[in-house]
């Protein structure tokens, strides 16, 4: 019976500093801080006019909102936590936090006054969502830094010998007959797989 050895060809993960996992953290504190802070300070309504209302709230920091705005900027600091702890994890919140972002602040240009009649926006709202997102998406983007050790694993480098070697030993166990093609000169079913 043939011994069954499994090899692992996979490139290994690299195991450099992330530059995205510690910024989506603060990004993410920031608004978490920001959208309970808001809540407590300011307007606590989650009035809503859908969808082409007009919702107005009051201000924090400049910053109009309502209930709605409030809980928007917790959720996404709060996902944003979430997916800080890894890598993949970091980027890829960051990217659909950023796009969600980037989407409000451009509804809330289109509308107005607000976002579809839901979240009171001003002018320094619109600002910090779209900020907000495009440092995300930037953040999103950034990669692992160090260099990746060693090359392919040296199981794989030495089956990857043996395979050329029996691939040519295989080619000399064959003998031509007269019609021109090859035949094994020893058949079994370990040859033929």
Known sequence: MARTETYDDTVKPRKGLSLAKGPVAIVGIASLVFGVLG?????????????????????FLGVEGNGWTWALFAAAGLLLLLGAPVHWGAKSMAFMVGVAMIVGALIALSDGTDILGLIATNN??????????????????????????????????????????????????QDTVSNGRATASHSSHEDRR
């Open 124 to 173: 320094w709202t619109k600002l910090i969502m779209g900020a907000m997102g495009a440092g995300l998406i930037l953040l999103a983007m950034m990669p692992r830094i160090g260099k990746r050790r060693g090359g392919a694993p040296q199981n794989v480098r030495r089956e990857r010998e043996l395979e050329s070697e029996r691939r040519f030993d295989r080619d000399r166990d």
């Open 39 to 59: 809540f407590i300070f300011a307007n606590q309504s989650f009035t809503m006019d859908i969808p082409d209302g007009t919702v107005n709230g009051s201000t």
